[in-house]
């Protein structure tokens, strides 16, 4: 399996632009989740799927951020507009149901956002 | 929130010596997981441990949990310079519901020298 896919990796914006950062989470897996790691928050979580259902969304920052997932394999994480602050790196992330109690959470790459 | 605190922020030794970090954490938990991140990379998974116990191994990592004082420790042994990463602590809420949501610490840089 190829693992989790994010792209891109690399984004360069300018502010009040819209960004669209993309994720295809490892097939059969039923969970997706957003996180966003910047060195004064450390990792966050923002928002987390159940079958393409969105379950938990407190941790989206604000309304300019908005996450779909239209099908099992994708799923978009959408800022509009875009600032400054918003730069940091964009993990998604995928687990399947577990057989144990274990939620082990596959990261894919990332994609460092840098709003100017 | 973040719920887990690791503890040092930074740890730097000789190869080939033993490596420990240490979690704090505030409320209680049904797992406690720790993940590594290579620099510019995503975050793996190396260990988890449930909440009822209370030492697990993997290789040359050794984790223990103390969740009466609502704490876990990651040793790594012999370490190479490949452990070179930063370390994080990821718990979850006790109970079902919540269980797939982690919280992750700060981390932990560890800098393994030649």
């Known amino acids: 399996d190829a693992g989790v896919i994010q792209s891109p990796r690399h984004e360069v914006t300018e502010m009040g632009q819209e960004v669209t950062l993309r994720c295809k989470p490892i097939?059969?897996?039923?969970?997706l989740f957003w996180y966003r790691q910047t060195m004064m928050r450390g990792l966050e979580l923002l928002i987390y799927?159940?079958?393409?259902?969105?379950?938990?969304d407190s941790g989206m920052p604000e309304d300019r951020f908005s996450a779909k997932m239209p099908n099992a394999s994708f799923s978009t994480l959408k800022i509009q507009p875009s600032e400054p602050r918003d730069s940091a790196v964009y993990f998604c992330?995928?687990?399947?149901?577990?057989?144990?109690?274990?939620?082990?959470?596959?990261f894919g790459p990332g994609t460092r956002l840098t709003v100017t | 929130s973040q719920q887990g605190e690791e503890d040092p922020q930074a740890l730097s030794i000789q190869e080939g010596e033993n490596a420990t970090m240490n979690c704090s954490y505030k409320?209680?938990?049904?797992?406690l997981q720790w993940y590594r991140q290579n620099s510019g990379r995503g975050l793996v998974h190396l260990i988890l441990?449930?909440?009822?116990?209370r030492e697990k191994h993997s290789g040359r990592l050794r984790v223990t949990l103390d969740t009466s004082k609502k704490s876990s420790s990651l040793l790594i042994t012999a370490s190479r310079a490949a452990d070179t990463a930063s370390y994080f602590c990821?718990?979850?809420?006790?109970?079902?519901?919540?269980?797939?949501?982690?919280?992750f610490g700060q981390g932990t840089r560890l800098t393994i020298n030649p």
């Open positions: 992330a995928s687990s399947p149901v577990p057989k144990g109690p274990s939620y082990e959470q596959y």
């Open positions: 097939s059969g897996h039923d969970y």
């Open positions: 799927f159940n079958n393409n259902v969105p379950i938990d």
């Open positions: 409320t209680s938990i049904n797992n």
């Open positions: 441990i449930r909440s009822n116990e």
């Open positions: 990821a718990t979850d809420k006790l109970g079902t519901e919540g269980a797939q949501k982690l919280v």
